[in-house]
């Protein structure tokens, strides 16, 4: 069982930056993969980010290739989101996520935090 929990979200202006921190309970983070998806209002949830076990392996949505840097720290039991150039459109709820294999797949992740939620002005 792992539990996660998602911090640092907030409210921010267009082109400023966050990092979202997933910090996850108990010794066996550094098998999981690991993902940061969101949810946008009246819209369903969407991959944005995704890493593998060891850090070298990442993955990221067309949406924020570029702005986005997702990274772990296995001795802390941290994942991270680095946001940048942040704009209007990256407004959600995001959520970190945790599971077996590296996957875009959000149904493939079976452990989920509770969100911290981002708003972007313009």
């Known amino acids: 069982q792992v539990q996660l929990v998602e911090s640092g979200g907030g409210l921010v202006q267009a082109g400023d930056s966050l990092r979202l921190s997933c910090a996850a309970s108990?010794?066996?983070?550094?098998?999981?993969?690991m993902g940061w998806f969101r949810q946008a209002p009246g819209k369903e949830r969407e991959f944005a980010a995704a890493?593998?076990?060891?850090?070298?392996?990442?993955y990221y949505a067309d949406s924020v290739k570029g702005r986005f840097t997702i990274s772990r720290d296995n001795a802390e039991n941290t994942m991270y989101l680095q946001m940048d150039s942040l704009k209007p459109e990256d407004t959600a709820v995001y959520f970190c996520?945790?599971?077996?294999?590296?996957?875009?797949?959000?149904?493939?992740?079976?452990?989920w935090g509770q969100g911290t939620q981002v708003t972007v002005s313009s």
């Open positions: 890493i593998n076990q060891s850090g070298r392996g990442t």
């Open positions: 108990g010794r066996t983070f550094s098998t999981y993969a």
């Open positions: 996520a945790a599971t077996t294999f590296v996957t875009t797949n959000k149904d493939a992740y079976y452990y």
